[in-house]
C-alpha cells in the first residue's frame, strides 16, 4: 500500500503518488501557487527596482 501525498489516505498503485485524479489536480494546484508565489517575489523585487 502506498500512501497519497496529497490526502494521506492509503490506496492501491504502484506508479503514482496519489490516490486519485483528484488528488493529482490539487497537487498540481499547490504546485502552481507555489510557483507563482516565487514569481511574484522575484517580480516584485525587480519591479520596485525598476519604479
Ligand atoms: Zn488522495
Redesign the pocket.
Known amino acids: 500500500m502506498k500512501v ?1 501525498k ?2 494521506k ?1 492509503e ?1 492501491d498503485g504502484t506508479h503514482r503518488d ?3 485524479w483528484q ?1 493529482d489536480e490539487k497537487r498540481l494546484k499547490s504546485l502552481r501557487e507555489k510557483l507563482d508565489e516565487s514569481v511574484k517575489a522575484d517580480k516584485g523585487h525587480t519591479e520596485n527596482l525598476g519604479m
Open positions: 497519497c496529497v490526502c489516505k490506496f496519489v490516490c486519485s488528488c
